[in-house]
């Protein structure tokens, strides 16, 4: 089990901070952020009632068959 430190560090501070970080510290930093940000927008869509409808209908029409192919799209989208 990992322990948690909580810190609250001004922005302005932690801008001065990220301002002397090497380029690949600042993609590390980039790469940690954008895993994170994408795990609490998935938490906050499954929280959502109107997104947990819209994919179950989505999976409703998948499993009927009611869908187009990335490729079948492509193509029809070549012969407008």
Do not use: F
């Not at 999976?59 to 029809?76: E, M, P, Q």
Request: glycine share 2%.
């Amino acid at each position: 089990m990992q322990d948690m430190i909580r810190l609250s560090i001004p922005t302005d501070l932690l801008a001065k901070a990220l301002a002397g970080l090497t380029l690949r510290e600042k993609y590390q930093l980039l790469e940690i952020l954008e895993t994170q940000i994408a795990e609490a927008e998935e938490d906050s869509w499954e929280k959502d009632a109107s997104v947990r409808h819209e994919i179950r209908e989505a999976r409703t029409a998948y499993n009927v068959g009611d869908y187009v192919t990335i490729d079948d799209y492509v193509k029809n989208q070549s012969l407008c």
